[in-house]
Protein backbone atom coordinates (compact mmCIF):
# COMPACT_ATOMS: atom_id res chain seq x y z
CA UNK A 1 0.00 0.00 0.00
CA UNK A 2 1.18 3.34 -1.19
CA UNK A 3 2.41 5.02 2.12
CA UNK A 4 3.89 8.92 2.48
CA UNK A 5 7.22 9.09 4.22
CA UNK A 6 7.71 11.79 6.77
CA UNK A 7 10.80 13.31 8.42
CA UNK A 8 12.90 16.01 10.10
CA UNK A 9 11.97 15.81 13.47
CA UNK A 10 14.47 16.09 16.33
CA UNK A 11 14.89 16.97 19.93
CA UNK A 12 14.65 20.63 20.34
CA UNK A 13 14.72 23.20 23.37
CA UNK A 14 11.87 25.16 23.16
CA UNK A 15 12.28 28.63 21.03
CA UNK A 16 14.21 26.35 18.59
CA UNK A 17 12.95 25.59 14.82
CA UNK A 18 12.33 22.05 12.94
CA UNK A 19 11.21 22.02 8.95
CA UNK A 20 9.95 18.79 8.75
CA UNK A 21 9.53 17.12 5.25
CA UNK A 22 6.33 14.56 3.75
CA UNK A 23 7.66 12.90 0.53
CA UNK A 24 5.38 10.56 -1.66
CA UNK A 25 8.38 8.28 -3.47
CA UNK A 26 5.58 5.98 -5.00
CA UNK A 27 3.06 8.37 -6.73
CA UNK A 28 1.98 11.29 -6.96
CA UNK A 29 -0.57 13.84 -4.87
CA UNK A 30 -0.26 16.89 -6.92
CA UNK A 31 -3.85 16.81 -6.88
CA UNK A 32 -5.14 16.60 -3.96
CA UNK A 33 -5.37 18.78 -0.90
CA UNK A 34 -2.27 17.36 2.21
CA UNK A 35 -2.51 17.73 5.40
CA UNK A 36 -0.34 17.64 8.60
CA UNK A 37 -1.56 16.16 11.91
CA UNK A 38 -0.05 15.49 15.22
CA UNK A 39 -0.52 12.76 17.86
CA UNK A 40 0.65 12.91 21.85
CA UNK A 41 0.72 10.47 24.15
CA UNK A 42 -2.59 9.34 25.09
CA UNK A 43 -4.32 11.90 22.72
CA UNK A 44 -6.27 11.57 19.55
CA UNK A 45 -4.67 12.47 16.53
CA UNK A 46 -5.33 16.61 15.78
CA UNK A 47 -4.91 18.75 13.05
CA UNK A 48 -1.95 21.01 12.24
CA UNK A 49 -2.11 22.37 9.04
CA UNK A 50 -3.70 21.92 5.52
CA UNK A 51 -2.51 23.26 2.13
CA UNK A 52 -4.83 23.11 -1.39
CA UNK A 53 -3.81 21.00 -4.41
CA UNK A 54 -1.68 24.32 -5.88
CA UNK A 55 -0.40 25.67 -2.62
CA UNK A 56 -3.19 28.43 -2.79
CA UNK A 57 -5.17 28.07 0.30
CA UNK A 58 -3.98 27.18 3.77
CA UNK A 59 -5.69 26.29 6.84
CA UNK A 60 -3.83 26.19 10.40
CA UNK A 61 -4.79 25.09 13.80
CA UNK A 62 -5.13 27.99 16.11
CA UNK A 63 -2.18 26.33 18.40
CA UNK A 64 0.05 27.01 15.78
CA UNK A 65 -1.06 29.87 13.45
CA UNK A 66 2.11 32.65 13.33
CA UNK A 67 4.79 29.83 14.10
CA UNK A 68 4.14 27.23 11.88
CA UNK A 69 4.07 27.60 7.82
CA UNK A 70 3.04 24.71 5.50
CA UNK A 71 4.56 24.38 2.16
CA UNK A 72 4.42 22.03 -0.75
CA UNK A 73 6.55 21.37 -4.04
CA UNK A 74 4.67 19.17 -6.55
CA UNK A 75 7.68 19.14 -8.96
CA UNK A 76 9.41 16.73 -5.91
CA UNK A 77 6.08 15.29 -4.74
CA UNK A 78 6.98 16.91 -1.35
CA UNK A 79 5.01 19.08 1.78
CA UNK A 80 7.00 20.67 4.56
CA UNK A 81 6.02 21.74 7.83
CA UNK A 82 8.41 24.95 9.38
CA UNK A 83 8.41 25.06 12.67
CA UNK A 84 9.52 28.15 14.52
CA UNK A 85 8.74 29.04 18.16
CA UNK A 86 8.34 25.34 19.39
CA UNK A 87 6.23 25.03 22.71
CA UNK A 88 6.69 21.97 24.89
CA UNK A 89 3.28 21.46 24.20
CA UNK A 90 4.22 20.90 20.41
CA UNK A 91 5.78 17.67 21.60
CA UNK A 92 4.00 14.36 19.34
CA UNK A 93 4.34 12.25 16.36
CA UNK A 94 3.65 14.12 13.76
CA UNK A 95 1.98 12.46 10.33
CA UNK A 96 1.43 13.82 7.12
CA UNK A 97 -1.66 12.52 4.91
CA UNK A 98 -3.49 12.78 1.57
CA UNK A 99 -7.04 14.72 1.74
CA UNK A 100 -9.07 12.15 -0.17
CA UNK A 101 -12.83 13.06 0.99
CA UNK A 102 -15.07 15.37 2.76
CA UNK A 103 -15.18 19.12 3.04
CA UNK A 104 -13.67 19.28 6.95
CA UNK A 105 -9.61 19.71 6.26
CA UNK A 106 -9.57 19.35 10.21
CA UNK A 107 -10.69 15.54 10.32
CA UNK A 108 -8.03 12.88 10.00
CA UNK A 109 -10.91 10.54 8.93
CA UNK A 110 -10.64 12.38 5.89
CA UNK A 111 -6.97 11.50 5.26
CA UNK A 112 -5.54 8.44 3.81
CA UNK A 113 -1.96 6.88 2.95
CA UNK A 114 -0.30 8.23 6.26
CA UNK A 115 2.75 7.30 6.95
CA UNK A 116 4.89 6.33 10.21
CA UNK A 117 5.27 9.53 11.43
CA UNK A 118 8.52 11.77 12.91
CA UNK A 119 8.73 12.27 16.55
CA UNK A 120 9.09 16.29 17.55
CA UNK A 121 10.14 16.70 21.01
CA UNK A 122 10.43 20.25 22.47
CA UNK A 123 12.07 20.83 25.91
CA UNK A 124 11.93 23.71 28.50
Known amino acids: QVQLVESGGGLVQAGGSLRLSCAAPERSFSSYAMGWFRQAPGKERAFVAGISWNGGRTSYADSVKGRFTISRDNTKNAMYLQMNNLKPEDTAVYYC?????????????????WGQGTQVTVSS
Open 97 to 113: GVKMRGSDWDRATNYDY
